[in-house]
């Protein structure tokens, strides 16, 4: 064996030593070594296993147990000393173990190779930072809920084509918000039955001859169950992918939230004052309140997206098995991870404290004819067919532009001149209480309704 390889773990069969450029590109060391707990884990399930099955002795078991406690301790307190030439986590602790407890220790990775270990320890970890994005997305559904509730009442203006359509109940755009985030959850627990299934035991790809049991190992980790087939298991990274699409969706959600925030917050809409510890000032414009913690949002929304692509265009066209590029996988999942629950915290903390200016949202509300369609459903009610009430109200609206007066500000001899059949009682259906009242039914905007979907979302929360 060269020299320069002698401390590489595969060093055996190699005659020159590694390019010292080759040594550093290869290396993985530099990110992976976050996924240190969940390789210690893995290899102390795998070390009970093989004493289980009798290829080590419990004496042995315990030395390995000892040993990556021990390696654990050293790494938390930062005094472990990561080497670029053993290339990943995996070695560096492997041969950190075998400093430690002398030969025992290269008795660990029998009937495994790195990898169905990498892929193991991969969804150890990615099975973690799924429940703690499911409890920061819960955090965030209670806020938004909670807001639903107190501002059940309020009403703004509903937009479509971000122009004024009808009046709606702020609680009720709020629980719109929570419903994405309902979807949000589901989509992250179905994504984790395919996260949580056990590779090791794969060994390199085909298996291994030793007389592992796999279902123990499984059992061990909290694995749903093994890999049917040690091919797909070495190979498989579509949980990564899928795991990336959710959160791509997640900070979809997000950034259309922060979109919405960012346009109320403006001087032109005026319909929400952001908590000042959320935004940040101008250095040069004395007067300027930003909403950063919105707009940043957006716009890691484009690294997300881009992280997707990446891991996509990662595993087109790869052969079966293991292949080199999957080490690629990392930096984009734990970037995954470490944007969406960053974004999520913010806007968990965010949103609770949200102020509302009713009288404002309520002034837009009565610009825009907000109550132009409770008015056609009037004179539907009256047995005008709804074509020829559209068309009556779309001149009360073209009449009501010209003079400056909302629907409900002109007088009733003003309506009845675009239809005889208007009386008085016109005016219950014309008042932006009277409009969203209206929509009582199960998912419309009437404050009733957003008051029973609070109750519904809380009990669900639960
Ligand atoms: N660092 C590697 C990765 O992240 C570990 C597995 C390497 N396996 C191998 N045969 N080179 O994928």
Not at 429 to 454: C, D
Request: aromatic share 6%; with cysteine.
């Amino acid at each position: 064996m060269n020299e320069n390889n002698s401390a590489k773990l595969w060093g055996g069969r190699f005659s020159e030593s590694t390019d010292a450029f080759v040594e550093a590109f290869t290396a993985s060391i530099m990110f992976d070594k976050r996924l240190y707990k969940h390789d210690i884990a893995g290899s102390k399930a795998h070390a009970a296993m093989l004493e289980k099955v009798g290829l080590l002795t419990e004496k042995e078991k315990q030395a390995i147990h000892q040993g990556l406690d021990d390696i654990q301790i050293e790494i938390e307190q930062g005094e472990f000393a990561w080497s670029v030439a053993l290339e990943d986590v995996h070695m560096n602790i492997e041969a950190r173990l075998t400093q430690r407890i002398g030969d025992t220790g290269k008795k660990l990775h029998t009937g495994r190779s790195r990898n169905d270990q990498v892929a193991t320890d991969i969804r150890l970890w990615l099975r973690e930072q799924v429940d703690a994005i499911q409890a920061e997305l819960q955090r965030l559904q209670r806020g938004l809920v909670e807001l639903a509730e107190r501002e059940a009442d309020t009403i703004l203006p509903g937009f479509t084509h971000l122009q004024v359509a009808q009046p709606i109940s702020f609680g009720h755009h709020m629980l719109a918000w929570y419903e994405m985030l309902v979807r949000d959850v589901e989509r992250l627990q179905d994504c984790r039955k395919r996260i949580n299934i056990m590779p090791l035991g794969a060994a390199a790809l085909a298996g291994t001859t030793y007389p592992i049991d796999r279902a123990y190992t499984a059992e061990l980790l909290g694995f749903e169950r093994p890999a049917d087939n040690s091919l797909d298991a070495v190979s498989d990274r579509d949980f990564a992918i899928e795991f990336t699409a959710v959160a791509a969706i997640i900070m979809t959600h997000l950034s259309r939230f922060s979109e919405e925030l960012v346009l109320w917050a403006s001087a032109q809409f005026g319909f929400v004052d952001l908590p000042d510890r959320f935004c940040t000032g101008s250095s040069i414009m004395p007067q300027k309140k930003n909403p950063d913690v919105p707009e940043l949002v957006r716009g890691k929304t484009g690294r997300v997206n881009g992280h997707l692509i990446a891991l996509l265009t990662l595993m087109k066209s790869q052969p079966l098995a293991y292949n080199k590029d999957n080490q690629e996988d990392k930096e984009p999942l734990f970037d995954t991870v470490d944007t969406l629950l960053g974004s999520l915290r913010a806007f968990a903390d965010m949103m609770p404290h949200v102020q509302v200016n009713a009288k404002l949202m309520r002034a837009a509300a009565m610009r825009g004819f907000s109550t132009a369609t409770d008015l056609a459903d009037y004179l539907v009610g009256k047995h005008i067919p709804f074509r020829d009430a559209h068309e009556i109200v779309g001149k009360a609206v073209g009449y009501g532009v010209e003079v400056g007066k909302d629907l409900s500000e002109m007088s009733l001899d003003e309506l009845k001149v675009f239809s005889t059949r208007i009386e008085q009682d016109v005016f219950e259906v014309l008042t932006l209480e009277g409009s969203v009242a209206a929509r009582n039914h199960l998912g419309g905007t009437a404050p009733e309704q957003v008051k029973q979907q609070v109750i519904q979302a809380r009990k669900k929360l639960l």
